[in-house]
């Protein structure tokens, strides 16, 4: 059928180019001499080279279990290895097919110079494209192939550590990813500058989007203009070495006692722990104390006002931030998570509703806990030009409303049933129980807590949500970002 279809006469080639100065187009001449070229060439057929060689080629000596604790309520097992490393388990029967998992450890890009930073804020990414142990990035897809195995390295600026997931039948697929992730991570110039390409060729057409332009400069504001909260740019790629990427990756993954490992999913404690105990028990640890620094990057205190001028449609994008300390714990995040649901709430139906001024509204809060324990609140939305400000004045009107009269009953209602709901749904999925583990162990929580949760809800009253509102939106530290369009 190509013989048949493919013929010299019934061809046609299409070119798109951008229309300036500079860029000069093939001749029809050029473009015939270019196929005909192609025509006179013999062309072997591919051929696809499969790797019969095992992912790894000599299995550890496995290390051991030294300490198991379980917690019937909540339904985990730990266990504590020889290495020093940490095993959460949460055996759940809501996906027949699905074992997911996370390790972290503390220390992340804080802990090296501005110097360093870009280097070591893309060294996993770089690693992650390069393969495992014998194998390059395209090697492994192929021996892979058939198997629901993953796993991704990560590092951010506090901390270090893994994402994964698998079928039970491919665990030790995975398992022995993990392992080759920390001992033999494959060093690769061809993927590296593969890489660096495509992040380039990201950043080229990021640069051209005016929302990505309003988002660095709030994020840039946010950060007072520290090095590390400035946008990444095409210029900067020149500043990541290879070299010293894995360098810093093999610094931040040389200790696995440092590490602590959450697996929830459908497995049996028992038939997972000779797994571990080989590909996790036998890496290396020197249990040697870790931790981030904080290298003081705060919001600017006080108000701060941001005009951004970009693109030509008609539009406008606000963004308007609160900020301030916060005490981390269950209780006060469980707070203003319900509040900010009342007032994202009450901002659509008069924002989107009401005034019929804008497609949606975000109300959402942040609560961070290393390396300062402090909350963030962003209200945001789109709108056009000439209604900015009546749109800003009317959220504002709304806030004040239940700073002065907290929860309407009709409201409270359905925030108590939306909660409770999601909660049940939640409780069923296994992302929820592996961010949830996690968590409570970054933040040396009692998981157990999470059983009260209907308990709080059943027990918010109006006068609740006017005491958090009064608390929370205090326009002390308030900073507000509005991108218009260039007239």
Known sequence: LAKKWITDDNAMVIITAPEKAGVTLPSDEKIMSILKDVQSKDIKAYEDKVSDKPLLATKPAPGKVIEEKESKDMGTTTWKLANGATIILKPTDYKNDEIIFDAYSFGGTSLYSD???????????????????????????????????????????????????????????????????????????????????????????????????????????????????????????????????????????????????????????????????????????????????????????????????????????????????????????????????????????????????????????????????????????????????????????????????GCDDKDLLKLKETAIRSRETDSKENRFWLSAITQNSINKENLSELSEFNKYVESLKSEDFKRLANQYFTKENMAKFVMNPVK
Request: charged share 25%.
């Open 115 to 405: 110097k360093d930073y870009i280097t070591a804020s893309n060294a996993a990414q770089i690693v992650d494209n390069a393969g495992l142990g014998e194998f390059n990035s395209t090697t492994l897809q192929k021996l892979l192939a058939g198997k629901i195995a993953n796993v991704s390295p990560y590092i951010n600026d506090i901390q270090e550590g893994f994402n994964g997931s698998c079928s039970p039948k491919d665990i030790e697929t995975m398992m022995q990813m993990l392992y080759l992730y920390f001992t033999n991570p494959n060093k690769n110039e061809n993927d590296f500058k593969a890489y660096i390409e495509q992040q380039r060729a990201f950043l080229q057409n990021r640069s051209s989007s005016p929302d990505a332009a309003f988002q660095d400069t709030v994020k840039a504001t946010m950060g007072q203009y520290n090095y590390r909260s400035l946008p990444m740019t095409e210029g900067k790629l020149q500043e990541i070495n290879l070299n010293r990427a894995y360098e810093i990756y093999r610094e931040r993954f040389h200790d696995a006692g440092a590490f602590t490992f959450v697996f929830v999913g459908n497995f049996k404690p028992e038939t997972l722990k000779p797994y571990i105990e080989m590909y996790i028990g036998s890496l290396p640890a020197n249990n040697l104390p870790t931790s981030f620094k904080d290298l003081g990057i705060a919001p600017p205190k006080g108000k701060v006002e941001k005009t951004v001028l970009k693109g030509v449609e008609p539009k406008s994008s606000v963004s308007v931030k609160l900020t301030g300390p916060f005490v981390y714990n269950r209780k006060n995040r469980n707070d203003l998570n319900v509040l900010m649901q009342l007032v994202s709430i009450k901002l659509r139906e008069q924002l989107r509703e009401e005034k019929s001024g804008v497609y949606g509204v975000r109300a959402t809060p942040s609560m961070n806990h290393y390396p300062k324990e402090s909350f963030e609140i962003t209200i945001g939305f789109g709108c056009a030009p000439e209604n900015v400000e009546m749109l800003i004045k009317t959220a504002w009107e709304e806030i004040d409303k239940i700073k002065q009269n």
